[in-house]
C-alpha cells in the first residue's frame, strides 16, 4: 500500500504575510529548514507527495491568475532543484464562506485517495500549520504534524518533523497491575512536557513532573496503590511501569545519542549520567539525612532509580551532594530528565546503532 504526505504550502513551505497572499515575489520567503526537509524525506522515504493548498478568490479580481503562478513555478522550482518534486498539486480556489467541499478542512480534494484501496491513509500525514490542517487530516483519516514557525524566526520544527517521519514516533504505554497497586504509564519521548501525573503522593507527583518538564518528554502516570500500607509499592511499581515504557519507546535506539549531565541546584550539585547500553546497573552516592521529604521516604529514593533502571535496561550513575534535602533530590531528578533529553536525542542523518557490537 501507498502512503501519503498532504503538505500544505503557505505557512508551511514558505511563510505566510498578513494579508495571507503570496502575490509577488518581495513577498515570498521559504519556512527555514522546509526544503532540506522536504528533501531528506524524498530521498529517503517512499511517500508519495501531494501539495494541498486553499488559495482564497484564486482567478478573481481580489487574486487575479498572472500574480500567482510565476510566484508559485518559481517555488516549484526551486524545490525541484533541491529533489523535492510533487505527484499530485491539488489547490481550491473558493473563499471560506463558500463553504465548498473542496476547501479544506473539507475532503473533496482528496476524495481518490481516500476511496482508492491501494492508498494507506492510516500510515499518512498531512503536515499544516493551522487548526484547519489538523481537521483536514482528522476528517481524511490521517495523522497531523504541525510546522511551527514564528513571524522571522530563523527555525522552525521541520527537522523534528522529518525525523518523525522518517524514523517513527516514540511512544508507549504501560500497565501494571497487581494485588497491591494498578499503575497506567505513556510517554512520548518527543514531546513538550506536558505532564499529567498522579499517584497519590504529591512529593513524588513533583518529582516525576522534573522528568517531563526538563526532559522534553509528555509523560502520564496514574497511579493507584496501597498506601494505607505504605508507599513502596506504590512508588517501586511506578518505576517499574515508567522503566519498562522508555525501554518500549526507544524502539530499535538507531540513531541515539545513547549517552547522557549535571546540574547545580541552589546548595546541591546534582550529576546523573546513562547509558542506554542494555545492561542496568546502578551507582547511588547520594545521601540523606531526614527519613522523609513529603510524603516520600528517602529511603526509597535508591530503590526507585534502582528499580527504574532495572526496567529501562540503562546504566544509571547519579552523584549529589549539598545540604538541603529536598534540593538535593529535586536536583537529581532534573539532572535524570536532561540526562534522557540528551541521550534519547535521535539524528536521522547518522541513523545506526551507537554501539560496535551491532546491538543494545
Not at 475532503?107 to 503536515?127: C, E
Not at 476528517?139 to 518533523?161: D, H, M, T, Y
Not at 547522557?260 to 550539585?269: E, I, Q
Request: aromatic share 10%; glycine share 8%; hydrophobic share 40%.
Amino acid at each position: 500500500m501507498k502512503s501519503v504526505l498532504f503538505i500544505d504550502r503557505d505557512g508551511t513551505i514558505i511563510r505566510e504575510p498578513a494579508d495571507e497572499q503570496i502575490d509577488s515575489f518581495e513577498k515570498l520567503q521559504f519556512v527555514p529548514g522546509a526544503i532540506s526537509a522536504l528533501s531528506f524525506l524524498r530521498q529517503h522515504t517512499d511517500f508519495e507527495f501531494v501539495m494541498v493548498s486553499n488559495q482564497d478568490g484564486l482567478g478573481t479580481p481580489s487574486f487575479p491568475e498572472p500574480t500567482f503562478w510565476p510566484v508559485h513555478n518559481f517555488i516549484l522550482q526551486t524545490l525541484e532543484g533541491e529533489g523535492v518534486t510533487f505527484d499530485d498539486i491539488l489547490i481550491d480556489r473558493h473563499f471560506p464562506c463558500d463553504n465548498a467541499p473542496t476547501r479544506k478542512p473539507n475532503t473533496g480534494l482528496v476524495k481518490k485517495y481516500m476511496t482508492d484501496p491501494l492508498y494507506d491513509m492510516a500510515n499518512s500525514y498531512v503536515i499544516g500549520d493551522r487548526d484547519t490542517d489538523r481537521l483536514f487530516a482528522a476528517n481524511i483519516g490521517c495523522r497531523f504534524l504541525q510546522v511551527e514557525c514564528e513571524a522571522q524566526a530563523a527555525q522552525s520544527n521541520w527537522p523534528k518533523i522529518a525525523e518523525l517521519i522518517f524514523a517513527g514516533e516514540r511512544t508507549a504505554e504501560v500497565r501494571r497491575t497487581t494485588k497491591e497497586t494498578d499503575i497506567l504509564v505513556r510517554v512520548n519521548l518527543d514531546g513538550t512536557g506536558q505532564c499529567d501525573i498522579s499517584t497519590g503522593l504529591g512529593f513524588f507527583d513533583h518529582m516525576l513532573e522534573q522528568i517531563g518538564r526538563h526532559g522534553m518528554i509528555d509523560l502520564t502516570v496514574h497511579a493507584r496503590g496501597d498506601l494505607h500500607v505504605d508507599e513502596h509499592h506504590t512508588i517501586e511499581d511506578t518505576a517499574l511501569a515508567l522503566g519498562e515504557c522508555i525501554h518500549r519507546a526507544l524502539g530499535s535506539k538507531r540513531g541515539i545519542e545513547r549517552y547522557g549531565y549535571s546540574l547545580p541546584m541552589d546548595d546541591c550539585l546534582c550529576a546523573v549520567s546513562l547509558d542506554f547500553g542494555g545492561r542496568p546497573w546502578l551507582v547511588w552516592q547520594a545521601e540523606f539525612h531526614r527519613e522523609r521529604i513529603g510524603e516520600m521516604p528517602t529511603e526509597m529514593f535508591l530503590h526507585f532509580f534502582k528499580s527504574l533502571s532495572d526496567a529501562a535496561r540503562m546504566n544509571l550513575n547519579i552523584q549529589a551532594e549539598g545540604q538541603n534535602e529536598h534540593h538535593k533530590i529535586e536536583g537529581i531528578f532534573k539532572a535524570l530528565a536532561r540526562a534522557l533529553r540528551m541521550a534519547v536525542r535521535r539524528d536521522i542523518y547518522h541513523y545506526q546503532l551507537p554501539s560496535t557490537k551491532g546491538t543494545l
